[in-house]
Every structure is written in C-alpha cells, then in structure tokens.
C-alpha cells in the first residue's frame, strides 16, 4: 500500500479559496521540505504568457526551497484554459525528448537530481517522459520522481484526452516515489501507485 502522509482539504467546501490555496501550498511544501539538498532540478508542465499557474507558479513556489530549477514546457498557451478560449501549441516530441533529456542528465553540467512532472496533455509525450525517467533512476537510484497527476478535478472532469489520462496512470505513476493528486485524480491513479509511493492529497481548488 501507498503511504499518504498528507491528507488536505480534498474537496473541501467549507474554506474560502485563499484558505485552501494555504493548505494547498503547505501541503505541496511537506514533499519539498527535506529536498533542499538536491540541488538541481527539473520541472516538465505547462508555460502560460498570463497566469499563475505551471512552470509560472513552480518557480516561486519551488526556487526558493530547492534551488536551481531547469524547465522543460510540455504546452505553450496565451493563458489558463479555464479563462475561455486560449491560443495553444502542444510542444513538438521531439523538442521535448530533446529538453529533458538535457535537463534531467545536464548536457556537460550537474544532472538534476529531483524530477517534477505536471501538465502533459499528450499521450506521446508521456511515453516519452516515462522512458527517459526510467532511464535516469537507473543511472542513480537516488533520484526522486515527483508526480502531479493533472488530469482533471471532480467539477470539470478530464482536463486531457482518455489516451493521455491512461498513458500518465500506466507509464508515470508506478515511477514515481512521490504523487500529489487531487481527489478525483486519485481515485483515477491508486492502483497504480507503488508501495513505497508517498501520497498528498490537495485541494481541488488548486490551480493546474
């Protein structure tokens, strides 16, 4: 079985928005807390022009726990898609395979040692995401994979199409040493979750 060692607010009614993004963003931190020795890592999700949300809301989030952040955007987009419609781009495969693979080995520099995944709303961008993790945790058994499974909350449904939401259950979520999903995007992942998985759930208030 999983180990959940943070139970937050999942789908809580009774906090007003700024109280759940707190208990949200303590939530999240309680995976970071003992990282600060890491060092470098890489965090693969989405890039906004506008908007506090992906590789825009990682960096304040994270930077200022661990350090040194390299960003690999799986999705280029004007502004969040839950403000109407947005101009958007998936990133080209093979740009991508090329970014992380850099990122997570270091092209002549540190690897990172910390790997952080969020939106990936292509199905053959999670295939190539999970081969090259499974790629760098042979290399050294000491880096940490850390899922957030952006797939969709219990209001909206699937925010990515069924084939990517399978791809990100069957080929990341058994990597990973530690996931941050929602609730409904738990429900979706716990069978496939390894036993020496740590789990924290977050609010559905979150933005993705």
């Known amino acids: 079985m999983e180990q959940t060692y943070s139970n937050a607010i999942v789908g809580t ?9 707190a208990a949200e963003s303590k939530t999240k931190r309680m995976v970071w807390n ?3 020795s890491l060092g470098f890592m890489t965090i693969i999700s989405s890039m906004v022009s506008m908007g506090h949300v992906g590789l825009s809301a990682a960096i304040p989030t994270l930077g200022t726990v ?4 390299r960003l690999v955007p799986t999705i280029l987009l004007n502004h969040h898609p839950g ?3 947005c101009h958007r781009a998936n990133s080209d495969p093979k740009l991508l395979h090329g970014m992380l693979r850099s990122s997570l080995w270091g092209q002549n520099a540190v690897p990172s040692q910390f790997l952080l995944t969020g939106y990936i709303p292509d199905h ?3 295939c190539i995401v999970a081969d090259l993790i499974r790629e760098w945790k042979q290399q050294d058994p000491h880096h940490v994979f850390v899922c957030d499974p952006v797939m969709g909350d219990t209001h909206t449904g699937l925010y990515i199409p069924q084939e990517a939401a399978n791809a990100l259950c069957e080929k990341l979520i058994p990597l990973a040493e530690h996931v941050t999903p929602n609730e409904f995007e738990y429900h979706l992942i716990k069978e496939h979750i390894n036993d020496n998985c740590k789990v924290a759930l977050t609010s559905e208030h979150e933005d993705k």
């Open 13 to 21: 009614t009774s906090l007003d928005k700024s109280a759940a993004d």
């Open 34 to 36: 003992n990282m600060s």
């Open 66 to 69: 661990i350090g040194h952040a």
């Open 83 to 85: 403000l109407g419609s």
């Open 124 to 126: 053959q961008q999670i």
